[in-house]
């Protein structure tokens, strides 16, 4: 069992680059989300999906596209990278939402330049 | 909108003293749940706890223990005789029952130095 797993671990962009941040888990969650994590910010959500087909906006949604074609995976896509974009992204996955702990994939540290 | 505010940025303490990390939280609703998350050094998230608003027992796991006061709106975290393993940053977090584009709602982290 290996929970939540992240691809790449880290990642140097340059401007106007995108990407497709890899998130998988095996645990038949059906919840599944993206947070990012800037210096003394806490945690921020991006998107989530309650299910295989649906997506939602978290709270900073601008500059990054979500998918979930499947139960198991939730890529990020950055689809023009900007700095602003720089920080650690973690994917994390639960049963639900609200009262279920979220398991929390390793991060990625993008950088764009 | 929902808040967390973890007023004490860095904490450094020396090994075997007890500390508290406090934890204010926002909120209208009245079925929410609020969690704390730990990330040592090598930055992974590794969940400690979750309470619902309706059930303000404090708890205790070891050297750890949880203070819960609706009246204050307060969700504070004590280690006793702390561990230089226990160096990380801490994490309160708060849900509301739908979840939704609020999603966790985090505080903005602790620091917590245990010095040997």
């Known amino acids: 069992n290996a929970g939540v797993t992240q691809t790449p671990k880290f990642q140097v962009l340059k401007t106007g680059q995108s990407m497709t941040l890899q998130c998988a888990q095996d645990?038949?969650?059906?919840?599944m989300s993206w947070y990012r994590q800037d210096p003394g910010m806490g945690l921020r959500l991006i998107h989530y999906?309650?299910?295989?087909?649906i997506t939602d906006q978290g709270e900073v949604p601008n500059g990054y596209n979500v998918s979930r074609s499947t139960t198991e995976d939730f890529p990020l896509r950055l689809l023009s990278a900007a700095p602003s974009q720089t920080s650690v992204y973690f994917c994390?996955?639960?049963w639900g939402q609200g009262a279920y702990e979220q398991y929390f994939g390793p991060g990625t540290r993008l950088t764009v330049t | 909108a929902q808040k967390v505010t973890q007023a004490q940025t860095e904490i450094s303490v020396v090994e075997k003293e007890d500390v508290t990390l406090d934890c204010v939280y926002e909120?209208?609703?009245?079925?929410?749940?609020l969690f704390w998350y730990k990330q040592p050094p090598s930055g992974e998230l590794v969940f400690l706890i979750r309470?619902?608003?309706?059930?303000?027992q404090n708890e205790i796991s070891g050297r750890y223990s949880w203070n819960f006061q609706k009246s204050t709106s307060s969700f504070n975290f004590t280690i006793t005789a702390s561990q230089v393993v226990d160096s990380a940053v801490y994490f309160c977090?708060?849900?509301?029952?739908?979840?939704?584009?609020?999603?966790?709602?985090f505080g903005k982290g602790t620091h917590l130095i245990i010095q040997p």
């Open positions: 994390a996955s639960s």
């Open positions: 909120t209208r609703d009245t079925t929410y749940y």
């Open positions: 309470r619902n608003s309706f059930d303000e």
């Open positions: 977090a708060l849900t509301d029952s739908g979840g939704g584009a609020d999603g966790l709602t």
């Open positions: 645990m038949n969650h059906e919840y």
């Open positions: 999906s309650v299910g295989a087909g």
